[in-house]
């Protein structure tokens, strides 16, 4: 089972990777960082990425159905580890992609992983494959 800095060494390994984080979306704060980021600052870009996070996570319109926010889970009756309410998000501009992939915990599940990729060498399936299971290995604490 990976740590922070395993996992985000893995994230650097697919194709077109510049730049991977673990990040806190209630703080803002990069718990991990490795490669480039946009602006040259990856504090910044943290608490940037983290902000459309926060407010995607937020809103009810995104929830999976019988998602209770009261509860922290799903409604099947899984207790357990809290899911985060969204699984991915994928942002494309002209020259990049942003795959944030909440990260499911024992805790709060405020934790996302964010892989910043060069668009010509991209690959968004396979991201968001090994995304998922780089979350499902995690782990923190």
Request: hydrophobic share 45%; with cysteine.
């Amino acid at each position: 089972m990976p740590g922070i800095d395993e996992c985000l060494l893995e994230a650097m390994r697919l194709p077109g990777a510049r730049g991977a984080a673990l990040v806190d979306w209630t703080s803002g704060l990069a718990l991990g960082a490795v490669g480039e980021f946009p602006g040259g600052d990856h504090e910044a870009a943290a608490a940037e990425a983290a902000e459309v996070a926060r407010l995607t996570a937020e809103q009810r319109a995104f929830a999976p159905g019988g998602y209770d926010r009261n509860d922290g889970h799903d409604g099947q009756g899984g207790g357990g580890a809290a899911d985060p309410p969204v699984e991915d998000l994928i942002i494309s501009n002209r020259d990049s992609y942003h795959v944030l992939r909440f990260v499911p915990t024992s805790f709060d599940s405020s934790v996302f992983l964010h892989v910043w990729l060069a668009r010509p060498d991209g690959n968004l399936a396979l991201a968001r494959i090994r995304l998922g299971e780089m979350a499902g290995r995690l782990v923190l604490g």
